[in-house]
């Protein structure tokens, strides 16, 4: 099936989130990832206790590089750091991009409670990088601190989504997975309105690498050509499966099991 992924992201030594779960996913959707590392982190399970920063220059230089040669049908935007590299990365997208359709992952806080993004890039996000994006996906927290909004329920989601429309995204998807109840809802603001897809909370520990993992797969089925809608209900099945078939690795916030053996037919 393919459909190019370009990611660009910081990378996971645990391999749980990441550029890692981001490989793995759009692999098992049966696409062809390509990355930019962004960082390299030192964390597992229990949390993030380094971050390198990689230069800007050799960000852009690898995005240069896939897109001079293999071409990207998507960009996947992960943990980008600094307001500097939200720039470039910004500026590699208007240069480079081609009108490839852009997910846009804000990364934020990661599991464990280490900041991946710099107080200042919030702004720069928000203004330089959201009105590129064919989609956004942040969680509660994320759209609270992109919008100033306080989301606490679906109606929040979807003020928030429509006040990131406003800002110049195509569509936005606020996830509902920090907002308490049996039953998670995930709100999709778009020109067509609002649809929100919702499914029963999962009580477990693997939930590391969810917010990159629903975002790659949902690039991935742009990347294949599929409708947003047709890839979002994918993309929460795929997650979902995930979920349910974790290793168990780890004392922390566990990785998920990103290469179920389901009968990925029913999904594409």
């Known amino acids: 099936m393919n459909g190019r992924v370009l990611i660009i992201a910081g990378s996971d030594s645990g391999g749980g989130a990441g550029v890692q779960a981001d490989i793995k996913t759009v692999t098992a959707l049966g696409g062809y990832a390509m990355s930019a590392l962004t960082a390299i982190t030192a964390q597992n399970t229990l949390g993030v206790s380094a971050i390198h920063p990689i230069p800007e220059d050799i960000v852009r230089a690898q995005i240069e590089a896939v897109v001079s040669d293999l071409g990207a049908d998507v960009w996947k935007i992960g943990m980008l750091g600094s307001a500097a590299l939200t720039r470039v990365v ?11 359709p852009l997910v846009l992952d804000p990364v934020m806080i990661a599991k464990g409670g280490a900041a991946l993004l ?9 203004d330089e990088l959201l009105p590129l994006a064919a989609l956004i996906t942040p969680n509660a927290p994320e759209a609270e601190a992109l919008t100033g909004l306080s989301v606490t329920d679906a ?9 990131l429309i406003a800002r110049g995204a195509r569509a936005a998807l ?25 499914g029963a909370r999962i009580e477990t520990r693997a939930t590391h690498g969810t917010g990159c993992t629903l975002a790659s797969a949902i690039a991935t089925g742009l ?6 809608k047709d890839a979002i209900v994918r993309a929460r099945a795929y997650l979902r499966g995930a979920i349910l078939h974790a290793p168990g690795l780890g004392a922390g916030h566990g990785p998920l099991g990103h290469g179920w053996t389901a009968d990925l037919t029913k999904l594409t």
């Open 90 to 100: 910004a500026r590699a997208y208007r240069d480079l991009g081609a009108g490839a």
């Open 118 to 126: 710099e107080a200042d890039a919030i702004e720069v996000l928000r």
């Open 155 to 163: 109606a929040g989601q979807a003020e928030a989504g429509a006040r």
């Open 174 to 198: 606020v996830k509902g997975g920090h907002i308490a109840g049996e039953i998670i809802h995930d709100v999709l603001v778009d020109a067509d309105g609002v649809e929100t897809f919702s």
């Open 223 to 228: 990347a294949q050509g599929w409708a947003l």
